[in-house]
């Protein structure tokens, strides 16, 4: 592989087909990070409940 050229391409050509650069880029990566917290919000919500409902069990037996 050859040297780096200042637009951070290597000698052998620019960027691969569908790498996004720019504005479209940081746009997909907000989605993919709200998408992310997203799922770590529902997952936490569900184990929370879970914790409540065995707790719950648990002092059921009593």
């Known amino acids: 592989m050859g040297p780096v050229n200042e ?3 290597g ?13 479209a880029r940081s746009r997909a990566l907000r989605v993919l990070e709200f998408t992310m917290a997203d799922l770590a919000f529902v997952a ?9 409902a065995l707790i719950a069990k648990g002092v059921a037996k009593l």
Not at 13 to 20: L, T
């Open 7 to 9: 637009t951070g391409a």
């Open 11 to 23: 000698a052998a050509g620019g960027f691969a087909q569908g790498v996004r650069t720019g504005p």
């Open 44 to 52: 936490t919500t569900i184990a929370v409940f879970a914790l409540v």
